[in-house]
């Protein structure tokens, strides 16, 4: 498929007709890149799951796959992105194993210490506030919960005109790897550790709740 300004632009807060086009597209085109992220960690048996920004429930239906026994939420600040993760996971809602709620990173909607894993499947770059957003994560991470980000483009020379024209389109921001490394060790996490695929701007970053 060929995207179009609009499509790209949509990225940010899918919705309507344009935004599920796009999400299901997203659902199938990143499959590979959030398989490759996930298989850099290991969830515990009746592990609690949060992916934040969960946009069209491609990432849930997989975290489920590779975590059938653990209890998975979701939160995204679209009503119309969470009617279609709900959707696409209906079963999964159903059996009140996955559950999707309407939320926002800097406010989500559950209590401190909650979660084994939070995951960030291509959304940081769409936080408005990097540090609120990772102090509230931290909060609903249980201690030694792991945050995992996975994303298809980070700053690196390679791919520097390209992901100027995606933040110009989608306003938002790209950051290098030492930028990530310094939120996050000034929002409290620790163990960090950046995995990267130069050749494709692919970043995968693991880090804990002390």
């Not at 959707?87 to 979660?115: M, Q, R, S």
Request: charged share 25%.
């Amino acid at each position: 498929m060929e995207w179009t300004n609009e499509m790209i632009r949509q990225c940010s807060k899918p919705t309507g007709k344009i935004g599920r086009i796009v999400a299901e597209e997203l659902n199938e085109c990143h499959y590979s890149l959030w398989e490759w992220g996930l298989g850099h960690i290991t969830v515990a048996d009746n592990a609690s799951i949060l992916d934040v920004g969960c946009g069209g429930g491609g990432a849930i239906k997989l975290l489920h796959t590779r975590n059938n026994d653990c209890k998975i939420c979701g939160v995204d600040f679209s009503d119309d992105m969470v009617s279609l993760s709900r959707e696409i996971n209906k079963e999964l809602v159903k059996a009140n194993i996955v559950e999707i709620i309407t939320g926002n990173v800097t406010n989500i909607p559950y209590p401190g210490n909650t979660f084994d894993l939070v995951t960030a499947f291509e959304t940081d770059y769409f936080w408005p506030d990097m540090p609120e957003a990772l102090e509230e994560i931290l909060r609903v991470l249980k201690p030694g919960g792991i945050f995992l980000i996975v994303d298809e483009a980070y700053r690196h020379e390679l791919f520097e005109e390209r992901n100027r024209q995606w933040a110009e389109l989608m306003k938002i921001s790209f950051y290098t790897p030492e930028e990530y490394r310094r939120f996050l060790t000034e929002a409290g996490f620790e163990s960090i550790e950046i995995i990267e695929i130069y050749e494709r701007n692919w970043i995968t970053i693991i880090s804990r709740k002390p």
